[in-house]
């Protein structure tokens, strides 16, 4: 059975939304791509939050602005034992070190949350049919 996880990620707020984008993408993703091992996860998307760069506000539809993230990672695993395999490959005591100390460079790390999620459906159209 497939198994997605969320990762939802705030930046320092020393870095604009482009340099913690062009950071995660460029130095961050290849260096868990390189502790993960090569069946690491099916898939690995990040969606980020377009910000005003004047206002650093969201381009929100519903809700107000107080967002506590700045990107949400999808993954997802073959089962739940690809899963394990890729936790215990980034867990050993250097690439934990090499992680943490990666991650401190633009992630607000006591920000950082992961949950498992079940998808449902899909949709095919607007709402209603």
Known sequence: MVLKILIFTNRLPTLTPAEFKNYYETHHMPLIQKISGDDAWLSHTRNYIPRDSDTNTAQLIIGDQDLE???????????????????????????????????????????????????????VGGFGG
């Open 69 to 123: 993230f700045d990107c949400v990672a999808e993954v997802i695993y073959r089962d739940q034992e690809q899963l394990q395999r890729q936790m215990a490959a980034v867990g050993t005591s250097e690439n934990t070190r090499l992680r943490e100390e990666d991650e401190e460079r633009f992630i607000e790390r006591r920000s950082v949350k992961v949950v498992v999620v079940e998808s449902c459906g899909g949709s």
